[in-house]
């Protein structure tokens, strides 16, 4: 177990030893450069149809992390740091090769705990940058039993599990284009049932829904808290 402030002393002080080393046997113009440290991306809008940033996901109960390097760095890869209290015991969760700037984590998450996160760029030597700012992620129970009445206009059900959400995120797309139909913020009503009739706020891209037309949606549960919550399965249906 290793902390924050560990890991950023350890690379100061192989920086520290490395240069001394070359000041030593190179000549006084040789320099030891490090890379700058890469952004770890926040938490995307809860409307959004493109999540980028470090996020719940539809698919399991698993953490999205997603980053960019530092302004024209061209780093050979990097190292995700997580832990269970921001101020320590921080370990290495994965080190990755190559220019990726995402990562799934699966790696025994658990409902209701908020997990911390940093990541460090690694030179072709393998060298880290400092670390990255820290950000966390708490999921919550999904959304289940998703259905929805077969009309034009029709009423979403889900339902929610015992932790309390402030609000939920209805989004609703044409399956085979992803055109966004409509995504609307539903206040929760503090129960385990939930439901709400289609374009109730009125900011629908259409009046109605199509005979025909293959169509998807899911609930995005909003947690108390800030930086949690999670993301239904897509529920598919075809208005007959």
Request: hydrophobic residues 40%; glycine residues 4%.
């Given at each position: 177990?290793?902390?924050?402030?560990?890991?950023?002393f350890?690379?100061?002080a192989?920086?520290?030893v490395?240069?001394?080393?070359?000041?030593?046997?190179?000549?006084p113009m040789?320099?030891?450069?490090r890379?700058?440290?890469?952004?770890?991306?926040p938490s995307?809008?809860d409307?959004a149809?493109v999540?980028?940033?470090i996020?719940?996901?539809?698919f399991?109960?698993?953490?999205?992390?997603d980053?960019e390097?530092a302004?024209?760095?061209?780093?050979?890869?990097?190292?995700i740091y997580?832990?269970?209290d921001?101020?320590?015991?921080?370990?290495?969760?994965?080190?990755?090769m190559?220019?990726r700037?995402?990562?799934?984590?699966?790696?025994?998450?658990?409902?209701?705990t908020?997990?911390?996160?940093?990541?460090?760029?690694?030179?072709d030597?393998?060298a880290e940058?400092?670390?990255?700012?820290?950000?966390?992620?708490?999921?919550?129970?999904k959304?289940s039993?998703?259905?929805?009445?077969n009309?034009?206009?029709?009423?979403?059900?889900?339902?929610?599990?015992?932790?309390?959400?402030?609000?939920?995120?209805?989004?609703?797309?044409e399956?085979?284009?992803d055109?966004?139909?409509?995504?609307?913020?539903?206040?929760?009503?503090?129960s385990?049932?939930?439901?709400?009739?289609?374009?109730?706020?009125?900011?629908?891209a259409?009046?109605s829904?199509?005979v025909?037309?293959?169509?998807?949606w899911?609930?995005?549960i909003?947690?108390?808290?800030?930086?949690?919550?999670?993301?239904?399965p897509?529920?598919?249906?075809?208005?007959?």
């Amino acid at each position: 177990m290793i902390d924050r402030a560990s890991v950023a002393f350890a690379i100061l002080a192989t920086t520290f030893v490395l240069f001394f080393n070359l000041a030593c046997n190179s000549s006084p113009m040789d320099t030891v450069e490090r890379l700058p440290a890469p952004k770890l991306l926040p938490s995307p809008p809860d409307t959004a149809l493109v999540e980028i940033g470090i996020d719940a996901v539809e698919f399991g109960d698993f953490i999205q992390l997603d980053w960019e390097p530092a302004a024209g760095a061209k780093p050979a890869g990097y190292r995700i740091y997580r832990s269970e209290d921001v101020r320590t015991d921080f370990t290495m969760l994965v080190d990755l090769m190559g220019e990726r700037t995402t990562y799934i984590d699966s790696s025994g998450i658990e409902l209701g705990t908020r997990y911390y996160y940093f990541i460090t760029a690694l030179d072709d030597d393998r060298a880290e940058s400092l670390p990255s700012d820290t950000l966390s992620y708490l999921l919550i129970e999904k959304a289940s039993l998703l259905s929805n009445t077969n009309e034009p206009r029709p009423t979403f059900f889900w339902h929610v599990g015992a932790i309390p959400a402030e609000y939920y995120v209805l989004k609703l797309i044409e399956a085979d284009t992803d055109r966004r139909i409509w995504v609307t913020r539903v206040k929760s009503s503090y129960s385990q049932s939930e439901q709400v009739k289609f374009n109730q706020d009125g900011t629908a891209a259409v009046d109605s829904l199509s005979v025909g037309v293959s169509y998807k949606w899911r609930v995005d549960i909003i947690g108390p808290a800030s930086n949690s919550g999670s993301e239904s399965p897509w529920k598919s249906f075809v208005l007959q």
